[in-house]
């Protein structure tokens, strides 16, 4: 039986904070993870642009709600406000290159815009945390490049000592 882990989702969106643009991405999100039975959605917010804002929610997540796996949607891109990523890192204990560049990798075959993307992803205590872009299609398409591999990986992050090799 597949074990059960814990997930945030945090919108980061000048737009949505302020009401006058629907957040679709996180929900889809949400659901995405809910039909896999793996994980257990916790925690959802949304925040302005902020770099000191999702550095504060980031860390509070991972180190006082210990929650398994944080997806960030938006914020990932080249616009002066798009602080993602920076925030991101700068919380970090450890990078996964790997996950991003899946990730832009099947964008790729959809979008030249895919190398816009500046996503990070990584582990700070024994927290999963990866950026993910805003649009909604951006979400999904992302999001289902890498969620097989989230639960082996959260589960080695946690120490599990099973065989990565089938």
């Not at 993870?33 to 959605?41: D, K």
């Not at 030249?112 to 945390?129: N, V």
């Not at 890498?146 to 946690?158: D, G, M, V």
Request: aromatic residues 2%; hydrophobic residues 35%; glycine residues 10%.
């Amino acid at each position: 039986m597949e074990k059960s882990y814990t997930c945030g989702i945090l919108t980061v969106s000048d737009k949505g904070a302020d009401g006058t643009r629907e957040d679709t991405s996180g929900p889809a999100l949400a659901d995405m993870l809910a039909s896999r039975n793996t994980f257990q959605v916790v925690k959802r917010a949304i925040i302005a642009d902020e770099k000191e804002k999702i550095k504060k929610i980031l860390g509070q997540w991972s180190d006082r709600e210990c929650i398994d796996l944080i997806l960030t949607t938006g914020g990932t891109g080249v616009s002066p406000r798009d602080v993602t990523p920076e925030a991101t890192r700068e919380i970090l204990e450890k990078e996964i290159p790997g996950i991003c560049e899946a990730m832009r990798r099947t964008s790729l075959d959809r979008t030249p815009h895919a190398i816009l993307s500046r996503a990070a992803a990584g582990i700070r205590k024994s927290t999963l945390i990866i950026n993910l872009p805003g649009s909604l299609q951006g979400a999904r398409e992302n999001l289902a490049s890498i969620l097989e591999a989230l639960p082996h990986a959260i589960y080695k992050i946690k120490g599990g000592s099973a065989d990565c090799g089938k």
